[in-house]
């Protein structure tokens, strides 16, 4: 096992949101040269075959190696998400779980210092073992497998003392989110010339109303009296491998922080009840939630965590989960225009048509999850 990053201890505590990749800045590449050297200070054995890794933000180039000494994954930290303070909480945090057979892929250390981290030329490396799995199935059982690993997580956390102080902030009442949400009909104007603007504009107000209204009710059931933990902070099916049923891997710390464990759960059961009939069309998604998969969510974390979903925290879930869901749609379009490659004006219409979906039957789903 490497050691962990050398760094001095006492980092900066950022309040942060969600992290926004800006896609004028994707598609980075490793260049020949810069491979060479980083390669040098790793022991691999004899390397056989390299090739590019797609997965994942395209900001983060990813390398699969195979080698004499097993297969590999190289990874160079994007622009945003670089701070050597950050990486080395991230990597403190795998190195604890992993240290207590909790499923990571293990860290490579480096050849001379068996470090964690790599740093050269102004850039972070990471090296780790590649974990072949397959990706969640879109059925009941992977979303219940994922929230065993979701409940195991919390428990082990509940033990953790980070070394370096977490990051704080979420999707949760975001400052960041009437000033994105002024921004958007002139990005999206911008990608998508002969858009009507006053639409756009009457879009953003409406969600703008929404967002505030749930952040209003979150804070009425009392989050902001429950304890912080370490969480994971980006939980959803990307971030998941699975082999014969059950989580082999669990991937990207990038956004670990610190905040109430609800704000990972319901950022969970929203990213794995979303449908997409066809993924290059959101206004063809189905505004409703894959109900049965957040009820089999919510199931395999209660098994596994130290305790239950309480009734109170049940009672935010769709508060927060319509705020994650204007959040981490408005942020990415109001930097870009777009969401990802999707078009930001339909992407911003399918996000209206869900939350108005779930605002009115918010009780339901609660008695639901309760039943």
């Not at 942060?16 to 980075?28: N, S, Y």
């Not at 022991?43 to 590019?52: A, M, V």
């Not at 002024?182 to 990608?191: D, E, G």
Request: with cysteine; aromatic share 8%.
């Amino acid at each position: 096992m490497p050691s962990p990053p050398t760094l001095p201890p006492t980092p900066p505590a950022p309040h942060l949101g969600p992290v926004v990749d800006d896609e004028r800045a994707k598609g980075a590449r490793f260049e020949a040269p810069e491979l060479g050297i980083v390669l040098s200070h790793y022991e691999l054995g004899i390397i056989t075959h390299i090739r590019q890794y797609r997965r994942g933000s395209r900001r983060a180039p990813k390398l699969r190696i195979a080698a004499s000494g097993g297969e590999f994954l190289l990874k160079r930290r994007a622009p945003g998400r670089d701070d050597p303070y950050r990486v080395a909480f991230a990597q403190d945090l795998q190195l604890f779980l992993g240290d207590r057979g909790y499923p990571v892929p293990g860290l490579i250390g480096t050849r001379t210092d068996n470090n964690s981290m790599l740093q050269h030329n102004g850039q972070i490396y990471e090296m780790f073992r590649f974990v072949k799995g397959k990706r969640d199935d879109g059925s009941p059982a992977a979303a219940e497998q994922a929230g065993r690993a979701l409940g195991w997580l919390h428990r082990l956390l509940e033990a953790y003392e980070p070394s370096y102080t977490p990051a704080t902030g979420s999707y949760h009442a975001a400052g960041g989110l009437d000033g994105a949400l002024k921004q958007i009909p002139a990005m999206v104007a911008a990608a998508e010339p002969g858009t009507a603007r006053e639409e756009l504009e009457d879009r953003c107000s409406s969600l703008r109303e929404i967002y505030h209204g749930a952040a209003d009710r979150t804070d009425a059931a009392g989050i902001g009296t429950w304890p912080p933990r370490v969480l994971h902070g980006d939980w959803h099916p990307g971030n998941l491998l699975y082999r014969d049923g059950a989580v082999v891997a669990a991937l990207d710390f990038d956004s670990a922080r610190i905040e109430p464990r609800i704000i990972d759960v319901a950022n969970a059961t929203l990213q794995f009840s979303m449908k997409m009939t066809k993924p290059d069309d959101p206004e063809s998604w189905p505004e409703r939630l894959d109900v049965r998969r957040i009820r089999a969510l919510l199931k395999g974390y209660d098994l596994a965590a130290s305790k239950p979903v309480s009734a109170d925290e049940r009672q935010t879930l769709p508060w927060l989960i319509i705020e994650a869901l204007i959040l981490e749609s408005v942020l990415p379009i109001a930097a870009t225009g777009r969401f990802a490659r999707l078009s930001g004006s339909s992407f911003l219409k399918m996000v209206e048509r869900k939350v108005r979906w779930l605002k009115p039957r918010a009780g339901k789903l609660i008695e639901y999850l309760e039943g």
